[in-house]
């Protein structure tokens, strides 16, 4: 399985947490979840964080068959709707920037 993360590298406005994380799952969700090829969408907020680390208030996974399926995704409509409507809620409650990790999972259970 492949994982696309998407890392939210900076600070939600002041006061703005709660309305960022509901604009998020109202406006943002539904075209994450409309990628082709995509297994799942994990969104998540930060609750904590270690001293000096750097601050991620939301980091978004969603997994994928193969890379083939990602670059179809990436490649698709859905993606440029998907971009606007995040550009949208940034502009309104984020400073900071976004970078993108693509990884192959290995799932083990625990001992």
Known sequence: MITR???FDGTIKQG????????????????????PGALSV????AESRDDGAPEYPMILAINYPDLKAVEAALASPVRTEARAATEAVLARFFTGTIHHHVTSAHEFEPL
């Open 5 to 7: 993360y998407a890392l």
């Open 16 to 35: 703005q947490t709660e309305a960022f994380r509901a604009a998020v799952l109202a406006e943002i969700l539904p075209k994450w979840r409309a990628f």
């Open 42 to 45: 994990r969104v998540t907020f």
